[in-house]
C-alpha cells in the first residue's frame, strides 16, 4: 500500500529543494521527521508538511501504522516563474524571475 502527497507552486527552487529531498529518500517517517526538523535550510519547512501530510493519508485513507512508513519516493519538478520588474537607469526595466515548484512525496509501509 502507497500513499502520496503534493505540493504545488512552492516558491523556492527546484535545485534547493532537490538537496534536502535527495538526503531523505528511502529514510523511515521518524527518521525523516529528526532529520527535517534539525537541518537548517529553508526548503525543510513545506517537506516537513508534505511529509505530515502523506503520513496522516496513509494513516487515514488505508489504516496503516506511521511507524512502519518509509519514504519510497520524492519529486521535484520546476514549475512556472513569477514574473517581476526592477527599474534600472534611464528608464528601463529589467526582468527578475523567481521560480516555483512542484514536490511529490510517497510513503509505503513496509514491515
Same mark, same amino acid.
Given at each position: 500500500m502507497e500513499t502520496q502527497a503534493s505540493s504545488k507552486n512552492i516558491k523556492m527552487s527546484a535545485t534547493k529543494v532537490r538537496r534536502i529531498i535527495n538526503q531523505i529518500q528511502g529514510c523511515s517517517y521518524e527518521k525523516a521527521l529528526v532529520l527535517l526538523e534539525f537541518l537548517p535550510h529553508r526548503a525543510c519547512y513545506p517537506i516537513l508538511q508534505l511529509i505530515v501530510s502523506a503520513a496522516a493519508n496513509a494513516?487515514? #485513507?488505508?489504516?496503516? @501504522? *506511521? @511507524? *512502519?512508513?518509509? $519514504?519510497? &519516493?520524492?519529486?521535484? #519538478? *520546476? @514549475?512556472? +516563474?513569477?514574473?517581476?520588474?526592477?527599474?534600472?537607469?534611464?528608464?528601463? &526595466? +529589467?526582468? $527578475?524571475?523567481?521560480?516555483?515548484? #512542484?514536490?511529490? $512525496?510517497?510513503? *509505503?509501509? $513496509?514491515?
Open positions: 494513516a487515514h #485513507n488505508l489504516r496503516l @501504522s *506511521k @511507524s *512502519k512508513l518509509f $519514504i519510497t &519516493g520524492a519529486q521535484v #519538478n *520546476k @514549475s512556472t +516563474y513569477l514574473k517581476r520588474f526592477r527599474p534600472r537607469a534611464q528608464g528601463r &526595466g +529589467y526582468p $527578475i524571475r523567481k521560480p516555483t515548484c #512542484n514536490i511529490t $512525496i510517497r510513503l *509505503k509501509e $513496509i514491515d
